[in-house]
């Protein structure tokens, strides 16, 4: 019998032991697909090829969106056909695909879900459209297999958000931030002291080198007794540090740079340390696991990981931080998605729009904001 895709959005009995999804990942500068199964409940990941856009936002010292669609829509094939080869999985093997469906730059996921719309419609398989802060909030179910439920923080270069994890479809949104992520504020910060992109790495590989106790740098919002973060008046502080150092002395010297940048690190890593004090408090009153699960980017960086992880212990919490290829963006975590919402017989049709916003906790009110094209997180 002949899949439908045009009349199957819903609901799908896919009680097998053996799933096989083809993932597809375009929400932001990366380019990736993956190839996943889950064998008994337990994820093998056959192959995961991202492709980066480093070298040609580099100058910007930041993404340029139309750059990044368009280089999409060049390397899209070329990396499903890779991570097929790669996995020895043929198309007709594939169970479904999965797409990031949103949120992210608009130009970068309409790609992503025009060619999953086209090897759905020419395999005769399902289709499932996902949110790529889902992906994220279910890698370490993939790469740890932790139980639900537990609470995330994803901490990334768009996003940051505490969220309490409890299936597939069931977040809690605890906290997050009103105005930059970290990601961002790191990339901001090597923008304005000349280190180049992506700013995460070489913030932090400065900092090693510096004192972080130079500069006495805000930790925005400690004040508030919620989880919810800032750090865009953190970056404007390091940029006043900055040009106060250039009045003084006509410039920056290199100890000058690796101080702001030990600082700037610090700074962060404290906010994220007790507002995660604080987001474990309220986790706790919500469910009686003991798990910390961080992904993104940001958990990449030594200093907040090590200060996330002493919080997490002194709560008697266990924390998981998926491999850094799986906490930054890739298509692993987005056919991982797909096998738990398909295996919960949830699948969309060929109806499946891009959205460039897409919240989470659907019932959250919105933290940034919200206009034509809903609320922004």
């Known amino acids: 019998m002949l899949f439908d895709l045009d009349n199957h959005e819903g609901k799908l009995n896919t009680m ?8 597809i990942e375009s929400s932001c500068d990366d380019t990736a697909a993956a190839v996943v199964q889950r064998i008994n409940g337990k994820a093998n990941i056959l192959s995961s090829v991202v492709v980066g856009q480093e070298i040609l936002h580099a100058a910007y010292g930041g993404v340029v969106p139309e750059i990044a669609a368009r280089a999409h829509a060049e390397q899209l094939d070329i990396a499903v056909e890779t991570a ?8 007709d093997q594939i169970d479904a ?4 469906a949103g949120p992210g730059l608009i130009g970068g996921v309409v790609s992503g879900v025009m060619c999953a719309k086209g090897i759905a419609a020419g395999i005769n398989k399902p289709l499932i459209g996902i949110n790529h802060l889902v992906g994220h909030a279910l890698t370490p179910r993939m790469t740890d297999s932790i139980p639900y439920p537990y609470l995330m923080l994803l901490v990334s270069g768009g996003h940051c958000q505490f969220l309490a994890v409890f299936s597939e479809t069931e977040f809690h949104r ?13 990339d901001k910060t090597a923008k304005l002291l000349g280190l180049g992109y992506p700013g995460g790495p070489l913030v932090e590989k400065a900092g090693k080198k510096g004192d972080p106790m130079r500069f006495k740098f805000p930790r925005p919002l400690l004040d508030r007794p919620d989880c919810n973060m800032s750090f865009s008046g953190l970056k404007t502080a390091l940029r006043r540090a900055r040009d106060l150092l250039v009045l003084e002395k006509g410039g920056i010297t290199e100890q000058d740079r690796n101080d702001l940048c030990a ?8 906010t994220l340390a007790e507002k995660t004090n604080r987001a474990l408090d309220v986790y ?3 469910a009686n696991s003991k798990y ?5 980017g940001v958990a990449a960086n030594t200093l907040i990981s090590e200060k996330l992880g002493a919080v997490s212990q002194q709560h008697n919490f266990t924390t998981f931080t998926p491999p850094l290829k799986f906490c930054t963006d890739n298509a692993a975590m987005i056919a991982w998605a797909g096998i738990e919402q398909y295996s ?3 699948v969309d049709n060929m109806t499946l729009a891009a959205r460039p916003r897409w919240p989470i906790d659907q019932k959250a009110e919105p933290m940034l904001g919200s206009g034509k094209k809903g609320a922004k997180a």
């Open 292 to 296: 910390f699960a961080i992904a993104g």
């Open 84 to 91: 097929l080869i790669q996995s020895g999985i043929k198309l």
């Open 284 to 286: 706790k009153k919500m």
């Open 174 to 186: 605890i906290g997050g931030t009103i105005d930059d992520a970290p990601g961002e504020a790191f």
């Open 263 to 270: 600082s700037f690190q610090m700074a962060v890593a404290d």
């Open 344 to 346: 919960a017989g949830l």
């Open 16 to 23: 097998t032991d053996i799933i096989t999804m083809l993932g």
């Open 97 to 100: 695909v999965s797409v990031t």
